[in-house]
C-alpha cells in the first residue's frame, strides 16, 4: 500500500546564503484555474544554469524559497507532467531580501508549439511518489549510483551504509521495483553505472491495509532505463605480497527482467573472513569516480585465519512487474566455506573471593581448527489481492576438527603458585540442522458493514538438529597446596543429540467483528492470538575413561546418560487496541495509540533420563501481560517524531541442564552443581523510545533515544564457592534484587556546501545492573556498568577528498557490595582515515588508529596500526585496478583483551597479523544493456 511521501521540500546545495533571500510564489492551471499541487519548482543562476535550489508546491499550489542569493540574476522553471515549463528571471532586491512572483500560470502541454523546449526537471512528484531524475544531474561517465545519490540535496549516504532522505532512513531498496541480489543496497548503489538509471523514486509503503502512517516505511527504487534491465557486472582480483600474504576473489552479477543470477568466490590469508554469500558480494562491488574511505582495512581480527569461500544468489520473477498486490518470487543462496584458523591467547583473571582475598589466574591458550560449513536457503513469495504466502527454508551442515592445548596457573596475593590445571582437547564434530517457515496473510480488498471475519495471519515453524562429536580430554590438576589433591583425567566422549521445535502463531486482526455486534465496540480494535509450541532434546552421552593399567578405555557409569527433554508451551491472548487521529491536509498529522495485550503463558516440561534423579516433569503457567502507548507527530516539512512507550512481561524456566547435571568434573576451575529447587523467574521491563527526523532543510539534525529497565524476581543467579587453589564450584540458586537499565542514542547532522559536505555522528550505549548472587556463601550485589561510545567526522571534497575521523571508547565497571571492591578499564581507539584522489585514475588511502587499553592494577598498553595503499584505475571505463598496500607499517598490530564481569576482571592479548606488503590486481567486467548497446 502506498502512502502519502513524506518528502515535499528539497534544497540544493547553496554556498554559505548569508544573508538569505525569499522568492514565493502561486502556481496555477491556465485552463482551469485551479492551483496546481505537486508541481516542481527549480532555481536556477541565470548566467550559467547552475541549479541553486527546487521545491514542490504543496496542496495550496504555494512555493517559498528562504535561502537564495541576494542581487544575482536568477531563474525560476516551473514544471508537471502535462504541462509546458514555465521560465521567468528575476533578482532578489538588496535590503528588502524577498521577492513575491505572484501566481504563476502554466501552459497544458497539448496547446504547446512543437518548438518550445521540453526540459527535465530535477525532481517531480507523479502521484505519492518524489521521483529524481538522473539526466538533470551531471557526472562522471564512471560514477556509480552512489555517486548520483550524493548529488540529490536532502539524501545523505552515511559512513555507516545507511541512507537517508530527508531525515528518514531508507528501509529498503529496489530495482525496478525488485529486491536486487539479496537486498544489499551497496550492491545496486555501488555497482549500477549512472548512466544506465532513468529516476530514483521514493515512496512509503505499508505492511498491510490496517497500518497507519506512522507504521509506514520509507522505500527506494531505481528505474532503470529502457533497454538497461538486461546486464552483468563483477570483478576478478589476484593479489600477493611479503611473507607469502595472498588474495584472490572472482563474481560475476547477471540479471534480466525475470532473473537474476550471482556466483562468487574468495580465499586468502589475510584474515578476511566473509559468512555469506551477500557479504562476499559486497566485498567486490566496483564503486564509482569518487573517493570511499571503505577501502580502508579492518586490520584488528584476531588470530591468522585462512578462509576459502564460495557462494551463488538466485533469484526469479514469475511475474515480470510485481507489485505488492501481484507477486510471485522465488529466492535461493548457497554459500560454503572452508576455514583453517590458529589462535593464541595469553590471559590473566583476577577474581575477588572476599574482602581482602583475591584469586589470580593465569591462561595460555594455542588452539588450531579446520572446519567447513555448507548453507542452503529458500524463499518464495506469492501475493495475490487479499492474500499473501511466504515459504522459506534453510539447511547447515558443519565438519570441524579442533586441537586445543591450554596452560593454567592460579594463585593468591600472598602465594604467587597454588595450582595448575593443564588440559589438552582434541575434538571432531558433525552437525546439521534446518528450518521451514510458512506464513499466511489474508484480508479482504474491502469491508462492508456486514463483513465479519476481516482478515487472518498465520506463521508456522519447524526447526531440527543432529549432532555428533567426538573429544578427547587429557587433564592434568597439580596443587602447590596439598600434593594428595592431584588428579589426571584421560577421558573419551562421544556424544549423539538431536531435536526439533514446531510452533504455530495464529492471529486474527479487527476481531470486534466477530466478537461484538454492539456499535459501542466499533471504535476499539481487537485481535485474537494464539502461540503454541513444541520442543524435543535428545541427547545420548558415551563416555569412557583411560584405565592406567590396562591403557584400555572403560566406560563412565556415572557422565554416560540418555536424556530427553519435551517442552509444550501455549500463550493465548487477546489484544486490545484504540488510536485517535488527527491531521490537517498538508500542514500535520498525529496519531495516539494505546495497546494492551493480556497473555496467558502455560508451559509443561517432561525430563526422561537413566538416571533417576533427571526424571523431572513440571508445569508452569504466569499471567504476561503487554502494554504500550505509541505517539506519531508528522509537521509536513518540518520533522517528524515518535514516541511509544512499552511494558512487556517474560516467563524464564530452569533448563535440566540446571535443575540437575551430570558434573564432568575433568576442570576442576569450573563445576557446576545443579538445584533441584530451582523456581521460574519473572522480568517486567518498561522501555521508552523517541525519534526525531528533520526535514525543514538540508542540513538534517536526527536524533534517537532508547531507554528499557527492568526488575527479575527469582533470578536464577551462581553460588560461587572458590579456594585459594582457585577451584569453583558453582551452585544455581534463585534470588530477588536484580534491575537493570539500557540506555541508546545517537545523534546525526549532515550539512552540505556547494562543493562539500559534513557528517556528524555520536551514539552512545550504556548498560548497568544490580546482580544479587553468593560468593563464598556471602550474599552480595554486584554492580555492573557498561559503556560504548562512538564519535565520527565524515568529510568530502567533491570526488578529490574523503576524510573519516573515528573516536571510541568502551568500559566497565563493577563493585561488589559486601566485600567493597571494585574493579574497572578502559579502551580506547582513534582513527583517522583519509582517500584522496591525485587524479580521476590515481588514488591514495591511509588510515592510522591509536589504540589505549587501561585496567585496573595493570599496565596500559598503547600501540597504533597504520595501513596506506596507493590504487591506480586503468582502461576506458576504469575497469581495471592496480592497487599496492602496505599494512602495519609500525609494526606495532596487537589485539587486547580487558573486559570485567561481576567480580573478576581479565586483561591479555591474541596473536594477529602483522605487517606485511601486498600488490593486487583487480578487473570490473562491466556491461548494462544488451551487447552493441550504449552503456
Same mark, same amino acid.
Given at each position: ?110 496547446? =504547446? ?153 574468495? =580465499? ?280 592406567? @593399567? ?51 503463558? =502455560? ?308 596473536? @594477529? ?23
Amino acid at each position: 500500500m502506498i502512502l502519502a511521501v513524506t518528502v515535499f521540500n528539497a534544497k540544493a546545495q547553496t554556498a554559505n546564503p548569508v544573508p538569505a533571500g525569499v522568492a514565493k510564489g502561486l502556481v496555477r492551471d491556465t485552463v482551469q484555474n485551479y492551483v496546481l499541487k505537486s508541481a516542481t519548482v527549480s532555481v536556477y543562476k541565470a548566467a550559467d544554469s547552475t541549479l541553486i535550489s527546487y521545491q514542490v508546491t504543496n496542496n495550496y499550489g504555494e512555493f517559498n524559497f528562504k535561502t537564495l542569493p541576494i542581487n544575482v540574476p536568477l531563474r525560476v522553471d516551473v514544471s508537471h507532467v502535462g504541462y509546458a515549463t514555465f521560465k521567468k528571471n528575476f533578482t532578489i532586491p538588496a535590503g528588502k531580501n524577498i521577492v513575491d512572483l505572484g501566481t504563476i500560470v502554466v501552459n497544458r502541454r497539448d496547446v =504547446m508549439l512543437k518548438d518550445v523546449e521540453i526540459s527535465v526537471p530535477p525532481i517531480s512528484m507523479n502521484g505519492d511518489t518524489l521521483e529524481f531524475n538522473a539526466a538533470a544531474f551531471k557526472l562522471d561517465s564512471n560514477a556509480v549510483v552512489e555517486d548520483l545519490l550524493r548529488k540529490i540535496p536532502n539524501v545523505t549516504l552515511w559512513g555507516d551504509g545507511k541512507i537517508t532522505v530527508n531525515g528518514r532512513e531508507v528501509k529498503n531498496l529496489l530495482v525496478n521495483g525488485k529486491s536486487f541480489f539479496g537486498g544489499d543496497m551497496k550492491i545496486a548503489t555501488q555497482n549500477l553505472a549512472k548512466n544506465s538509471i532513468q529516476k530514483i523514486q521514493v515512496y512509503n509503503t505499508a505492511r498491510d491495509q490496517q497500518s497507519t502512517r506512522a507504521d509506514s516505511t520509507l522505500e527506494m527504487n531505481i528505474k532503470l532505463k529502457k533497454g538497461k534491465d538486461i546486464g552483468f557486472f563483477g570483478k576478478i582480483g589476484f593479489g600477493y605480497g611479503t611473507d607469502k600474504r595472498y588474495e584472490a576473489d572472482a563474481s560475476i552479477n547477471m540479471y534480466s527482467p525475470k532473473m537474476q543470477l550471482a556466483l562468487v568466490g574468495a =580465499m586468502n590469508n589475510i584474515n578476511k573472513t566473509a559468512y555469506n554469500t551477500e557479504s562476499l558480494m559486497a566485498n567486490s562491488t566496483f564503486k564509482g569516480g569518487g573517493t570511499n574511505v571503505e577501502y580502508q582495512p579492518d586490520f584488528r581480527a584476531t588470530g591468522l585465519n585462512r578462509p576459502r569461500s564460495a557462494g551463488a544468489n538466485f533469484a526469479y520473477d514469475f511475474i515480470e512487474k510485481p507489485t505488492y498486490q501481484k507477486k510471485s518470487t522465488l529466492k535461493a543462496n548457497y554459500f560454503i566455506q572452508d576455514r583453517r584458523s590458529d589462535n593464541l591467547t595469553e590471559t590473566q583473571t583476577t577474581t575477588s573471593i572476599n574482602s581482602t582475598a583475591k584469586n589470580i589466574e593465569n591462561g595460555n591458550s594455542i588452539s588450531s581448527s579446520s572446519n567447513t560449513n555448507q548453507r542452503f536457503d529458500s524463499n518464495y513469495e506469492l501475493a495475490k489481492r487479499g492474500h499473501r504466502l511466504n515459504l522459506s527454508q534453510a539447511v547447515n551442515f558443519f565438519n570441524g576438527e579442533n586441537v586445543d592445548q591450554t596452560f593454567r596457573t592460579a594463585g593468591t596475593l600472598e602465594n604467587a603458585l597454588t595450582s595448575t590445571n593443564n588440559s589438552l582437547n582434541t575434538s571432531h564434530n558433525q552437525n546439521a540442522n534446518y528450518n521451514v517457515n510458512g506464513s499466511y496473510y489474508y484480508s479482504p480488498s474491502f469491508y462492508t458493514n456486514k463483513t465479519r471475519f476481516t482478515g487472518l495471519n498465520m506463521d508456522f515453524k519447524l526447526q531440527g538438529y543432529e549432532n555428533e562429536g567426538q573429544r578427547v580430554n587429557i587433564t592434568e590438576f597439580k596443587s602447590f597446596v596439598n600434593s594428595t589433591q592431584n588428579q589426571k583425567f584421560n577421558r573419551k566422549y562421544d556424544t549423539k543429540s538431536n531435536g526439533s521445535s514446531q510452533e504455530l502463531n495464529l492471529t486474527i486482526p479487527n476481531a470486534q467483528r466477530l466478537l461484538f455486534t454492539s456499535k459501542n465496540f466499533s471504535t476499539l480494535n481487537f485481535k485474537i492470538t494464539n502461540k503454541l509450541s513444541l520442543r524435543t532434546d535428545d541427547n545420548d552421552n558415551h563416555v569412557q575413561d583411560l584405565d592406567t @593399567v590396562t591403557n584400555i578405555y572403560r566406560g563412565n557409569a556415572y557422565l554416560g546418560n540418555r536424556v530427553k527433554t519435551t517442552l509444550l508451551e501455549e500463550t493465548p491472548g487477546i489484544g486490545i487496541e484504540k488510536s485517535f487521529q488527527k491531521s490537517l491536509s498538508n500542514r500535520y498529522y498525529k496519531t495516539l495509540t494505546i495497546r494492551f495485550h493480556p497473555k496467558m503463558i =502455560m508451559m509443561s516440561q517432561d525430563n526422561r533420563s537413566d538416571r533417576s534423579f533427571q526424571n523431572i516433569k513440571r508445569s508452569y503457567q504466569k499471567f504476561v501481560p503487554d502494554a504500550g502507548i505509541d505517539y506519531y507527530n508528522y509537521q509536513y516539512g518540518e520533522y517528524s517524531r515518535n514516541y511509544s512507550l512499552n511494558y512487556y512481561t517474560t516467563l524464564r524456566i530452569p533448563t535440566i541442564q540446571q535443575l540437575a547435571p551430570l558434573t564432568d568434573s575433568t576442570n576442576l576451575y569450573y563445576l557446576q552443581r545443579g538445584n533441584i529447587n530451582l523456581r521460574k523467574s519473572v522480568q517486567q521491563e518498561l522501555a521508552f523510545n523517541f525519534s526525531h527526523n528533520d526535514q525543514r532543510n538540508k542540513n538534517t539534525l536526527n536524533y534517537y533515544f532508547r531507554a528499557s529497565a527492568g526488575i527479575v524476581d527469582d533470578n536464577i543467579v551462581d553460588s560461587l564457592l572458590i579456594d585459594e587453589q582457585n577451584r569453583r564450584t558453582v551452585f544455581l540458586v534463585n534470588a530477588d534484587g536484580h534491575k537493570y537499565l539500557n540506555l541508546y542514542g545517537y545523534v546525526r547532522k549532515a550539512y552540505k556546501f556547494k562543493s562539500s559536505e559534513l557528517q556528524l555522528y555520536l551514539s552512545t550505549d550504556l548498560n548497568t545492573n544490580r546482580n544479587p548472587g553468593y560468593t563464598n556463601n556471602v550474599f552480595t550485589y554486584s554492580t555492573n556498568l557498561n559503556t560504548n561510545s562512538n564519535a565520527n567526522v565524515n568529510y568530502t571534497y567533491k570526488s578529490y577528498l574523503a576524510v573519516a575521523l573515528n573516536q571510541s571508547m568502551s568500559t566497565y565497571k563493577s563493585r561488589q557490595e559486601a566485600f567493597n571492591t571494585g574493579y574497572n578499564g578502559k579502551n580506547l581507539g582513534t582513527t583517522l582515515s583519509t582517500s584522496y584522489n591525485v587524479t580521476k585514475k590515481f588514488t591514495l588511502n591511509s588510515n592510522i588508529t591509536f589504540n589505549n587499553s587501561s585496567s585496573s592494577n595493570a599496565k596500559d598498553i598503547n600501540f597504533t596500526i597504520w595501513n596506506a595503499s596507493a590504487v591506480y584505475r586503468f582502461l576506458k571505463g576504469n575497469n581495471a585496478e592496480f592497487k599496492f598496500s602496505a599494512l602495519d607499517l609500525l609494526h606495532q598490530n596487537s589485539s587486547v583483551i580487558n573486559y570485567g564481569s561481576a567480580n573478576s576482571f581479565t586483561v591479555g592479548r591474541q596473536n @594477529v597479523l602483522q605487517q606485511y606488503f601486498m600488490t593486487t590486481l583487480s578487473y570490473y567486467p562491466r556491461q548494462f544493456g544488451k551487447k552493441g548497446g550504449k552503456k
